[in-house]
């Protein structure tokens, strides 16, 4: 398994290749994409028959999270232990959203497909994680929450060019029918990066970093949210973003995740 983000030079042509393909027809963009940088696995990059997908290799090896599971913070458990039954950390330390859902455990496969995303300029891959987030969170979308994505700060969204929380949104409220609001939370203070930090250096790191925008108020009304990013850790990040959602006026909030770093497992990129 290869971790290796694509070079510079590279990654602006790819770029500007996908847009270009963009403006032609659906099937003829495809055409040539797949002419140019035929298909492969987007975790280790084995050549494909179809693009934006996983080989069966490294698809197996994506540990997909279900039931059963705690119902607030939706750790997997090794067994059912009751309906309803929490998990000793939603019991010892109840969070401010109502239900967290992800797609899968935080292992290799899924490191390098959130690094590819994150880092490597590959806002692409958000299409095929978004599709496995739809399907984890299928209890929320009843409701016809708002989907927003946890923001980056300014700078550093320059730096990386788009945030990729922001695409997960929008894929999937492009699978699910339902509005993205790419803008209405805000990071107002520039942190730390948050690997290498203990759990409560985190929090510590994130407290007061969210605001609502002005106009939150109104466009929330009381109404549901989905709040979307990539790695679930220690669930600081999130925490912090629904207290500043709260502040604003959302009414229920769910939180919805690519990855979710369980007891033991690998620590996050």
């Known amino acids: 398994m290869t971790d290796t983000i694509e070079s510079e030079d590279r990654v602006p042509l790819r770029r500007r290749l996908r847009s270009a393909a963009a403006r032609l027809p659906r099937a003829v963009g495809r055409f040539v994409l797949d002419s140019l940088y035929p298909p492969v696995c987007l975790a280790c990059e084995a ?20 039931a ?36 899968v455990v935080y292992n290799e496969v899924a490191r390098t497909l959130v690094s590819r995303l994150k880092y490597g300029d590959r806002p692409e891959l958000a299409r095929f994680l978004a599709r496995l987030m739809a399907q984890a969170g299928a209890e929320f979308w009843a409701a016809k929450p708002l989907i927003v994505p946890v923001p980056l700060h300014p700078a550093r969204q320059f730096a990386r060019r ?68 990539d790695v679930y850790t220690t669930g600081a990040t999130l925490k912090a973003a629904t207290r500043a959602l709260k502040r604003a006026g959302a009414g229920h909030i769910d939180v919805l995740t690519f990855a979710r770093v369980v007891t033991g497992g690998e620590l996050p990129i």
């Open 162 to 229: 788009y945030n990729q929380s922001a695409e997960l949104a929008a894929a999937v409220a492009r699978l699910t029918g339902l509005r993205a609001d790419t803008a209405l939370l805000r990071r107002t203070r520039r942190t730390r990066q948050q690997v290498g930090l203990t759990r409560e250096a985190r929090a510590r790191n994130v407290a007061g970093a969210f605001t609502a925008h002005p106009e939150a108020v109104k466009r929330l009304a009381g109404r549901n949210v989905v709040l979307v990013d």
């Open 68 to 103: 059963p599971l705690c119902p607030r913070l939706g750790i997997p458990f090794a067994v059912s232990i009751g309906p309803g039954a929490l998990s000793a950390e939603a019991i010892a330390d109840p969070p401010p959203f109502e239900r967290a859902r992800s797609a």
């Open 47 to 66: 050549p494909l028959a179809d693009a934006d997908t996983l080989c069966a290799r490294c698809f197996t090896q994506l540990r997909p999270i279900t």
